[in-house]
T-cell receptor
Framework: AQSVTQLDSHVSVSEGTPVLLRCNYS??????LFWYVQHPNKGLQLLLK??????LVKGINGFEAEFKKSETSFHLTKPSAHMSDAAEYFC???????????????FGQGTILTVHP | GAVVSQHPSWVICKSGTSVKIECRSL??????MFWYRQFPKQSLMLMAT?????????EQGVEKDKFLINHASLTLSTLTVTSAHPEDSSFYIC?????????????FGPGTRLTVL
């Protein structure tokens, strides 16, 4: 079985300050991990993904995440928040080939990011 | 990225009626598609896996007779909510796995918002 826990339901930052969205996962197999962003009334957009290559993953719009197996974490960061980053962010785990649930995604509860001027 | 479309984008129906939602993969063929449901202020939950040429696979707790899935072709899957009730009101999202084997990336449709009166 696999699961994802996003530790904060809401995060509020000022424009220009760093962003940290926390995610912990559990998986019986080597997981693939993703961060998706959902803007109001829009579809999910992939920010970045980890698939057992480099542990530090760079995504779009300046976001990056680090896979830490010892901590079972995959936190999302950005050095400087922009107003356009305000959205809901989902940490997602998928069990790859070798697990029985290949292709199925398990979503975290979501973190709403608010960016203040 | 791959384009996935959904139709309609929103629908309002009366209690007891049936509603069909289409999911189309515009860029490549997909033998598998996934259907998710997102209730207000909640995360996405996988409902079922749509399989071309065979029956859909439903997640625990999802009524297969209520949520009929038909994978009509390699680019089209439909979800029919039968005898809809107000508690079925939700945001329904489909996804298509990436064309490259092992990438584990999925592409999401923009979603369909269903409101049952």
């Amino acid at each position: 079985a696999q699961s994802v826990t996003q530790l904060d339901s809401h995060v509020s930052v000022s424009e220009g300050t760093p962003v940290l969205l926390r995610c912990n996962y559990s998986s019986s197999y080597s997981p693939s991990l993703f961060w998706y962003v959902q803007h109001p009334n829009k579809g999910l957009q992939l920010l970045l993904k980890y698939t057992s290559a480099a542990t530090l993953v760079k995504g779009i719009n300046g976001f990056e995440a680090e896979f830490k197996k010892s901590e079972t974490s995959f936190h999302l960061t950005k050095p400087s928040a922009h107003m356009s980053d305000a959205a809901e962010y989902f940490c997602v785990v998928s069990v790859g080939a070798g697990g029985t649930s290949y292709g199925k995604l398990t979503f975290g509860q979501g973190t709403i990011l608010t960016v203040h001027p | 990225g791959a384009v996935v479309s959904q139709h309609p984008s929103w629908v309002i129906c009366k209690s007891g009626t049936s509603v069909k939602i289409e999911c189309r993969s515009l860029d490549f063929q997909a033998t598998t598609m996934f259907w998710y449901r997102q209730f207000p202020k909640q995360s996405l939950m996988l409902m079922a896996t749509s399989n071309e040429g065979s029956k859909a696979t439903y997640e625990q707790g999802v009524e297969k007779d209520k949520f009929l899935i038909n994978h009509a072709s390699l680019t089209l899957s439909t979800l029919t909510v039968t005898s809809a009730h107000p508690e079925d009101s939700s945001f329904y999202i489909c996804s298509v796995p990436g064309a490259l084997v092992g990438t584990d990336t999925q592409y999401f449709g923009p979603g369909t918002r269903l409101t049952v009166l």
